[in-house]
């Protein structure tokens, strides 16, 4: 484990427990701009994190939700302080704080922690994942058939026009559920899943999402295959990317 990998693991986990503070408790919900919901616990907890990205390595860039980018320079870090903001709102343990280390605007290493679920899912790039400490990997499903497929909600997934495709996907599949955000995706690099289909994304959401998916073994693309981080995703085991590619292409 890298130097970096360290830090962000013990920062991670900091920013998480933060969060706890404010879970269930009525924290007040503001509206930002772009309609989304916020709360004191998404502001605290990017606070923490860039206060101490900026004592470790002063003057390294930093890309967060909520406070956009400071520094410049081909390396920085990108933080997500909750991810899945409307669970946390709703008092639903499956909420994330993110954190990644990008070069030239690849992921070197991701930290997903849960904190209402004290799940640390984390990957460097080369050396595999990881649920808390133990090797993880994406399950060996061959075919959508029998499978289990997780989404995004509904309601995003029809106005993108994702949903038709899926709910046909549905109708092979053992089951169809909507953990949606990191969580989602997470299961899908723990095995417990069997792929994650998500409509819209922004950077934050996915930036260490696609590295700990792909070093557990599997997929993580956009809808048309494409390997670059951008604002959509499917993430899966690898052995049903190509149905689930083509049924969204039909």
Request: hydrophobic share 40%; aromatic share 8%.
């Amino acid at each position: 484990m890298s130097p970096r990998l360290a830090f962000a693991l013990e920062l991670v986990h900091r920013a998480g427990r933060l969060t706890l503070g404010h879970f269930q408790t009525g924290a007040l919900v503001e509206t930002k701009a772009d309609e989304s919901p916020v709360t004191i616990a998404d502001r605290e907890a990017e606070s923490l994190i860039r206060r101490a990205i900026e004592l470790a390595y002063p003057g390294e860039a930093i890309l967060g939700e909520e406070e956009g980018e400071t520094g410049e320079g081909k390396a920085r870090w990108v933080v997500d302080p909750i991810d899945g903001t409307k669970s946390f709102i709703c008092g639903v343990p499956l909420y994330a704080t993110l954190l990644a280390y990008e070069v030239d605007g690849v992921a070197e290493l991701g930290v997903a922690y849960f904190p209402a679920l004290d799940e640390m899912v984390y990957a460097e790039r080369g050396s595999g994942a990881f649920l808390n400490g133990c090797p993880c990997r994406v399950s060996e499903k061959e075919t959508v058939t029998g499978s289990v497929l997780s989404c995004g909600g509904l309601q995003s997934m029809e106005k993108y026009g994702r949903l038709g495709p899926f709910m046909d996907l549905g109708q092979r599949a053992l089951a169809t559920r909507t953990w949606s955000d990191a969580y989602g995706h997470c299961l899908v690099a723990t095995g417990r899943v069997d792929a994650m289909v998500d409509p819209i994304v922004n950077h934050w959401d996915v930036a260490p999402i696609a590295l700990i998916v792909r070093e557990a073994g599997g997929k993580f693309t956009d809808f048309r295959g494409g390997e670059t981080v951008g604002k959509e995703a499917i993430s899966s085991n690898g052995r049903i990317h190509q149905e689930l590619l083509e049924a969204f292409r039909a």
